[in-house]
């Protein structure tokens, strides 16, 4: 991975005239931000596109049963071929819904996800997921918790909307008010992905659950990636599931400005591949909106300037408490089940890549240096 800090992306277009943005045109919610409104909900009551959440409900299930059906426990070499009665529909569904035919973060958290009672409170023990996946109770908390991040963040998600309008209106008092809520809500995202610690067995994440999401791509286990049976002769690859594929965080750095080094940009814009198409279009509206950081530096105002740096410090903070949640799920764990022989050298372990397939703490740690990078120096 190249960390040496040569920049891929180019210089944001600052004279484009860019349109107010509403949430509503990307399938954005204003209550439930990136995450599909209330999943199991009758279509009659959906905000979106007809048929939408059906079939978003169908690439869930048609990725659980690919992901079962390729790292089947028990089996030490997994399958060259996925069947052409589970390929062509899976990707069919896929094709309508611009996502690539596997499990990715969007089925995985975003669709995954309903209410006990929908009166009851934001809380673990009042969600449950729609579907179970190997892993058990940790496999259940690791989907909740990260549904509790993606609400955590909805605060944030319209507070950038509200401060890219701020930019454009040139109204400071505004873009502070947006500058403070996105901070806050970057704290309370932290507090969500905290609960990692309290729910999910490290051990279980490691050997079952790290597996279950992998995909195949970067992956030692399937180098060649899978043959779509009735769909391609040659083997197609794609990337496993990552937090790397949620629109959050992306939306924060588009906003705030911060760039990334080559090699981490090049996966995270790969990544967009793998959301939504209406939340990639988001980010990257985003990016063609006037640049945060050069009004905040030739406006003179003090305040935003303040602000936005503690906004850049969240988001520093909540990505070293990431490096350590990785630490102690992927690193730690792999430790463990080496000296345990229960990762024997098999093909289906990833020893300490992530489940995108990056070596997961080279580039974490790149993109939170980039991330304290950012902080704004009125005299630079």
Request: charged residues 20%.
């Amino acid at each position: 991975m190249d960390t040496s800090g040569e920049n891929m992306e180019p210089q944001r277009q600052t004279l484009k005239p860019v349109m107010p943005l509403s949430l509503g045109r990307y399938h954005i919610s204003e209550e439930y931000g990136f995450l599909l409104q209330n999943p199991l909900m009758p279509l009659l009551d959906c905000r979106f596109l007809k048929g939408h959440r059906e079939q978003r409900l169908a690439h869930l299930v048609l990725a659980a049963i690919t992901m079962g059906f390729v790292w089947q426990e028990g089996e030490t070499q997994p399958p060259k071929v996925l069947p052409r009665t589970l390929a062509i529909p899976f990707v069919e569904v896929s094709r309508k819904l611009g996502l690539p035919p596997i499990l990715v973060h969007s089925d995985l958290v975003l669709t995954n996800w309903t209410k006990r009672n929908p009166e009851g409170p934001w809380e673990i023990s009042n969600l449950e997921t729609i579907i179970s996946f190997p892993g058990g109770e940790s496999l259940q908390a690791f989907v909740l918790v990260t549904v509790l991040v993606e609400k955590a963040a909805v605060p944030g998600i319209k507070a950038l909307v509200r401060g890219v309008e701020a930019v454009l209106q040139h109204n400071q008092d505004t873009l502070l008010q947006a500058l403070q809520q996105l901070r806050l809500s970057i704290q309370d995202m932290a507090k969500a992905l905290a609960q990692m610690h309290d729910y999910v067995d490290p051990d279980i994440f490691y050997t079952v659950i790290r597996i279950f999401v992998s995909g195949w791509k970067d992956n030692p286990a399937m180098p060649e990636g899978l043959v779509y049976e009735g769909v391609a002769m040659e083997p197609l690859r794609y990337s496993g599931g990552s937090a790397a594929q949620s629109s959050v965080l992306q939306a924060f750095d588009e906003f705030l400005g911060i760039r990334h080094c080559k090699g981490s940009v090049g996966f995270l814009h790969r990544m967009r591949d793998y959301m939504p198409p209406s939340h990639k279009a988001f980010l990257e509206d985003l990016h063609s909106a006037p640049s945060l950081r050069d009004y905040i530096l030739t406006s003179g105002a003090g305040c935003c300037l303040m602000a936005y740096n503690q906004c850049v410090e969240a988001l520093a903070q909540l990505r070293s408490y990431h490096i350590n949640v990785v630490a102690r799920y992927i690193i730690s764990a792999a430790s463990r089940a080496r000296s345990k022989m229960l990762s024997h050298p098999s093909p289906h372990a990833l020893e300490d890549r992530g489940t995108g397939g990056t070596e997961v703490l080279s580039f974490l740690k790149s993109v939170r240096e980039k991330t304290v990078e950012a902080i704004l120096h009125p005299n630079a």
